[in-house]
């Protein structure tokens, strides 16, 4: 059995509280193993389940772990281990999905270590989700989808997923090795009023700065630069080679800075506590 995960990013936010949850399955020397991970403002958790109670369905976009449900429709949990107890209910609103695969022609190139895929950018959110006894309500929230699949998370990275009034956003940068090579990736989206703008390697967008916790991205007429500003980062399982063996930090819910320019026109630029962030680069 060869090295292999995938897994599912689902963020549900509202004004004063974010809820992201992460099923996902994991296959390395034959061992085969499931997980559901949860990371709200306060905190993280992880519970392990069976693989064989794993079940997904490409075509209609159903993923089912256990009892518990995430798809087009919404989340189901019903999730109840030593360390973690979470259920109830969500239901989303259509999705925004993007005009074509985030990893544009490199979605043809074989044994990269990580492939992701952005789902939804942005729908509504609505029920109740109560995880080890705090309630997470979610009234005309804001929901976001994204996936990644391949062996392991690149050894540097950063990440950052922000919704906002009138768009949202997500911009990945990492260290990529192909061969006996190594160059920065860059794939981001930026909806914003109701047009997709698309920053990317395979597009031209190089990276002006990755430092201090700092992003700034030109692509021709465009300039997006993300900024964090204070983190609130807790613990997450990341794979390596198969295994969720990685330690990563995340802020579900973090003060950052974002600025978008096209033309040297300034479309957005604002300070918000409500972004997610992962930075593991130096700092």
């Known amino acids: 059995m060869y090295h292999y ?13 974010t ?18 991970q949860m990371i709200t403002d306060e905190n993280a958790w992880t519970a ?16 089912r772990a256990g009892e518990n449900y995430f798809g087009k429709n919404g989340i189901r949990l019903q999730l109840h281990t030593a360390d973690c107890s979470a259920e109830g209910f969500v239901r989303f609103g259509d999705f925004s999905p993007i005009r074509y695969d985030i990893m544009g022609p490199f979605c043809f ?23 080890n006894g705090k309630d997470c309500l979610f009234q005309n929230g ?15 990275y950063a990440w950052t997923q922000c919704s906002f009034k009138g768009g949202s956003l997500m911009l990945s940068v990492a260290d990529i090795p192909l ?14 009023q109701g047009r997709e703008y ?12 990755i430092k201090d916790g700092e992003l700034l991205i030109r692509q021709g007429r ?52 409500r972004a997610s962030f992962e930075y593991e680069y130096p700092l």
């Open 142 to 156: 804001i929901g976001y989808i994204e996936g990644d699949r391949g062996y392991s998370f690149p050894k540097e």
């Open 179 to 192: 061969g006996p090579f190594n160059f920065t990736g860059i794939i981001a989206v930026v909806l914003w």
């Open 109 to 131: 190139v074989p044994f990269m270590e990580c492939r992701h895929s952005v789902v939804s950018m942005r729908h509504t959110v609505d029920g109740r989700l109560t995880v």
């Open 48 to 63: 392990r389940l069976p693989y064989c109670e794993f079940h997904r369905n490409r075509q209609n976009f159903h993923i």
């Open 19 to 36: 809820l992201a949850i992460i099923p996902s399955i994991h296959k390395s020397r034959g061992q085969k193993s499931c997980s559901i």
């Open 5 to 17: 995960f995938c897994g599912w990013y689902f963020k549900c936010q509202s004004n004063i509280q």
């Open 198 to 209: 698309r920053l990317a390697t395979y597009l031209g967008a190089k990276a002006l700065r």
């Open 222 to 273: 465009m300039v997006l630069a993300a900024k964090l500003i204070e983190k609130r980062a807790h613990r997450l399982l990341a794979p390596l080679h198969g295994t969720m063996s990685r330690a990563i930090h995340e802020s579900a819910s973090c003060r950052a800075y974002y600025r978008f320019m096209v033309d040297g026109h300034t479309l957005f630029s604002f300070g918000t506590q």
